[in-house]
T-cell receptor, first 113, second 114 residues
């Protein structure tokens, strides 16, 4: 049973446009959410995070939005660049001290020049 | 250049054989994670160590998988006997234990069991 769901396996956008990656979760105990980015043949790298006390966190071109009532979060990339092409993983934690993250299956983003 | 080092990068083995994957965490990091990535499940946590002690290995099939940290510079994940369903990319990550953002992933070991 997937507690963190990324229902779009892939997304393709044009350079300069907005990329929106979505993530849904089912566990109401999750209170911290992260996005990781993964290039081929490399490990995931942390991108941006958000605590459940916020509904938005912005870092440069990347913004994460959290809708707790809908148990939904999204990652916006504006403007998208070809170098953003990668697999993006959504992850969540339930606030325990063990730093255990539950990941989604990932969304492959392709930004076309 | 501090990084998590995993060996081997690729491993092809026959069903029933023992497989050992190794991880050298970043020097000074006291937290080590083992993850498995498959198409069906995405990234799953297999085991979690802090100060070399296993704190959570609930994600690991106990009958065939084992994870250890013989010392602070080496973490191992062993599968015995291996099965085709174990084919996946196995990632090790290390951190200082203070923040998720400080967990650094290695490049992974791609395991194929035939």
């Amino acid at each position: 049973d997937q507690q963190v769901k990324q229902n779009s396996p892939s997304l393709s956008v044009q350079e300069g446009r907005i990329s929106i990656l979505n993530c849904d979760y089912t566990n109401s105990m999750f209170d911290y959410f992260l996005w990781y980015k993964k290039y081929p043949a490399e490990g995931p790298t942390f991108l941006i995070s958000i605590s459940s006390i916020k509904d938005k966190n912005e870092d440069g071109r990347f913004t994460v939005f959290l809708n707790k009532s809908a148990k939904h979060l999204s990652l916006h990339i504006v403007p998208s660049q070809p170098g953003d092409s990668a697999v993006y993983f959504c992850a969540a934690n339930d606030g325990g001290s063990n730093y255990k993250l539950t990941f989604g299956k990932g969304t492959l983003l392709t930004v076309n020049p | 250049d501090a990084r998590v080092t995993q060996t081997p990068r690729h491993k092809v083995t026959e069903m029933g054989q023992e497989v050992t994957m190794r991880c050298q965490p970043i020097l000074g990091h006291n937290t080590v994670f083992w993850y498995r990535q498959t198409m069906m499940q995405g990234l799953e946590l297999l085991a979690y160590f802090r100060n070399r002690a296993p704190l959570d290995d609930s994600g690991m099939p106990k009958d065939r998988f084992s994870a250890e940290m013989p010392d602070a510079t080496l973490a191992t994940l062993k599968i015995q006997p291996s099965e085709p369903r174990d084919s996946a990319v196995y990632f090790c990550a290390s951190g200082s234990g203070t923040s998720y953002t400080e967990a650094f992933f290695g490049q992974g070991t791609r395991l194929t069991v035939v």
